[in-house]
């Protein structure tokens, strides 16, 4: 695998980002919004996500990050302080506290099945832990899984030490790594 450089998504790297996202195969229709809170879910355009995620980064707030091959932006993980997410699990406690999500993957094609997601979930990881999260929760599904894809396979988890914890609905489970 190339040597690779992670950065958090800030106003600073927002155009590393943006040029992630609106690449041929990007996935520009959702700009991570998804499991986001945004007014008008159903009928929001793509140019109006866009518009919420760039302020929810001008505002300072944690969206995840962006790896880096030299000067090529390669992928993109989602990891975030689960308040800053709609609800991921029906069993979610609130009350909890210091806990991050990881809820999205992208890796452009030319990279994808040579690591890069292993490296952004070890580096998410990192990232998390860096800023005060006393867990990670993740959402991800089994290979087979029609649908939520991108939010990883259970197995990458479990071999970081993942624990699952529950389901949320009938194909995430929810897992958890502790500390």
């Known amino acids: 695998m190339t040597e690779l450089d992670f950065f958090p998504v800030t106003q600073k790297t927002w155009p590393d980002f943006e040029t992630l ?5 990007g996935p520009k229709y959702c700009w991570c919004m998804s499991w986001r ?11 109006d996500k866009k518009k919420a995620m760039a302020a929810i980064v ?4 944690p969206v995840g990050i962006i790896a880096r091959s030299g000067a090529e932006v390669i992928g993109w993980c989602s990891v975030a302080p689960r308040e ?3 609800k991921l699990s029906p069993h979610q406690d609130d009350s909890e506290k210091g806990i991050w999500s990881i ?8 990279h994808r ?7 952004l979930l070890d580096a998410a990881i990192e990232y998390a832990h860096n800023n ?11 290979p087979d899984s029609p649908s939520f894809r991108f939010m ?17 609905g009938s194909r995430r489970h929810v897992m958890r790594l502790e500390g």
């Open 113 to 119: 099945k040579s690591g890069v997601g292993a490296a």
């Open 103 to 110: 809820v999205c993957f992208f890796v452009t094609r030319p």
């Open 58 to 61: 001008a505002a300072g707030t």
């Open 132 to 142: 005060g999260a006393s867990a990670v929760e993740a959402y991800p599904v089994d």
């Open 21 to 25: 996202f609106v690449q041929p195969g």
């Open 152 to 168: 990883g396979f259970k197995a990458m988890f479990a071999a970081r030490g993942f624990r699952a914890i529950g389901m949320a």
């Open 84 to 86: 800053t997410f709609r």
């Open 37 to 47: 809170e945004l007014a008008d879910r159903q009928s929001a355009s793509s140019p």
